[in-house]
């Protein structure tokens, strides 16, 4: 699987949208970006895919490069609840692969 | 609808005991993983099962972990015997198959915390 590549951490205010990027200029043709966050003492939670095209849901949007070599997650009003470590992962047939993710803090 | 189960939620256990971790997944779910999380690191993935068939245990430190899927529904997770090391958060996921270039998303539960000391 491609590597992926986010910066650690990354602050946003309560309301306004957050946009987290992630670098996977390695990625197949094939393969899929997918985004998870880990909130403290949580299992991972699923939060959306993509291959090709952006894509949205009640949770969030994933807009990816007409490259596919990066994409940015957008939570479009962030809350308070919203602080995690986001992870962007690409996978092709075989497991995910965590890195370290990005740590949002969401401030009042 | 149900999400994935785990117990128990934590477990402290002396080094050298055993201890077996048990995972019921989302109804329907063919594919079934378990992860191992030490803290401060992301999840790795341990072994994936497809039904109660092994697709991948290439990281299963086989010497100490088995993982059996029976019936193709619940799931354990066995250490014996158990290290400091293994210290960690076990977790367990399942999506409703594998492969087609990985487009089956992965639904985690809450995991279980193992302190060995």
């Known amino acids: 699987d491609a590597k992926t590549t986010q910066p650690p951490s990354m602050d946003c205010a309560e309301g306004r949208a957050a946009n987290l990027p992630c670098n996977h200029s390695?990625?197949?043709?094939?393969?899929?970006v997918y985004w998870y966050r880990q909130i403290h003492s949580q299992g991972p939670q699923y939060i959306i895919h993509g291959l090709k095209n952006n894509e949205t849901n009640e949770m969030a949007s994933l807009i990816i490069t007409e490259d596919r070599k990066s994409s940015t997650l957008i939570l479009p009003h962030a809350t308070l609840r919203d602080t995690a470590v986001y992870y962007c992962?690409?996978?092709?047939?075989?497991?995910?692969?965590f890195g370290a993710g990005t740590r949002l803090t969401v401030k009042p | 609808e149900a999400g994935v189960a785990q117990s128990p939620r934590y477990k402290i256990i002396e080094k050298r005991q055993s201890v077996a971790f048990w995972c019921n997944p989302i109804?329907?779910?063919?594919?079934l993983y378990w992860y191992q999380q030490i803290l401060g690191q992301g999840p790795k993935l341990l072994i994936q099962?497809?039904?109660?068939?092994?697709v991948d245990d290439s990281q299963l430190p086989k010497d100490r972990f088995s993982a059996e899927r029976l019936k193709g529904v619940d799931s354990t997770l066995k250490i014996q015997p158990a290290k400091l090391e293994d210290s960690a958060v076990y977790l367990c996921a399942s999506s409703l198959s594998w492969g087609n270039g990985g487009a089956y998303e992965q639904y985690f539960g809450p995991g279980t915390r193992l302190t060995v000391t």
């Open positions: 109804s329907g779910h063919a594919t």
């Open positions: 390695t990625i197949s043709g094939n393969e899929y």
């Open positions: 099962f497809q039904n109660n068939g092994v």
């Open positions: 992962i690409v996978r092709g047939n075989n497991d995910m692969r």
